[in-house]
T-cell receptor, first 110, second 113 residues
Framework: QKEVEQNSGPLSVPEGAIASLNCTYSDRGSQSFFWYRQYSGKSPELIMFIYSNGDKEDGRFTAQLNKASQYVSLLIRDSQPSDSATYLCAVKATGNQFYFGTGTSLTVIP | DGGITQSPKYLFRKEGQNVTLSCEQNLNHDAMYWYRQDPGQGLRLIYYSQIVNDFQKGDIAEGYSVSREKKESFPLTVTSAQKNPTAFYLC????????????FGPGTRLLVL
């Protein structure tokens, strides 16, 4: 069973702070890693993907991957109230199948 | 306008009734997926298809059926055998390849009358 684990939260941060979201995965053969944002009642939308060890930055978002530790994280800098959502970590293993964590609920307090 | 469409947005099922959820994509993606999401839960895979006329069961396939007669379409039928069908159903698609991303449709919320 391939597993993806996330802290379900809720995680609360004040506006302007850095939010840190973490994810671990069990399958060492996993090749690609994704972060989705899901607002209540809506479908997930892709915000970041990362394939190689290290950091990848896109605007206020930074994804970090450590394959040796089987760990992937998402940092949101200068958090805004509009960032309040559930963040899903997803891992793609061989064969085009994706595995999702249960999500971390983030609330940014104005 | 490329994307994934799902219909209807809301669907009501009576006891013992089969219902079909539509999913269409015009992204020319090879793979398509159906997930179920219950309140406060993650996504659970129902079925997926990597090519026309072929599909595989996911973790919770019992009580569901699918077809993939066209590359663009992957309808999901919730049968009367599915005793607890109330959930948010999400269709997704992706290109074939290790680094290809999965994109989601807007979802269908199924409620039991």
């Amino acid at each position: 069973q391939k597993e993806v684990e996330q802290n379900s939260g809720p995680l609360s941060v004040p506006e302007g702070a850095i939010a840190s979201l973490n994810c671990t995965y069990s399958d060492r053969g996993s090749q690609s890693f994704f972060w989705y944002r899901q607002y209540s009642g809506k479908s997930p939308e892709l915000i970041m993907f990362i394939y190689s060890n290290g950091d990848k930055e896109d605007g206020r978002f930074t994804a970090q991957l450590n394959k040796a530790s089987q760990y992937v994280s998402l940092l949101i800098r200068d958090s805004q109230p509009s960032d309040s959502a559930t963040y899903l970590c997803a891992v793609k293993a061989t064969g085009n199948q994706f595995y999702f964590g249960t999500g971390t609920s983030l609330t940014v307090i104005p | 306008d490329g994307g994934i469409t799902q219909s209807p947005k809301y669907l009501f099922r009576k006891e013992g009734q089969n219902v079909t959820l539509s999913c269409e994509q015009n992204l020319n993606h090879d793979a398509m997926y159906w997930y179920r999401q219950d309140p406060g839960q993650g996504l659970r895979l129902i079925y997926y298809s990597q090519i026309v006329n072929d599909f595989q069961k996911g973790d919770i396939a019992e009580g569901y059926s699918v077809s993939r007669e066209k590359k663009e379409s992957f309808p999901l039928t919730v049968t009367s055998a599915q005793k607890n069908p109330t959930a948010f159903y999400l269709c997704a698609s992706s290109k074939d390849g290790a680094q290809e991303t999965q994109y989601f449709g807007p979802g269908t919320r199924l409620l039991v009358l």
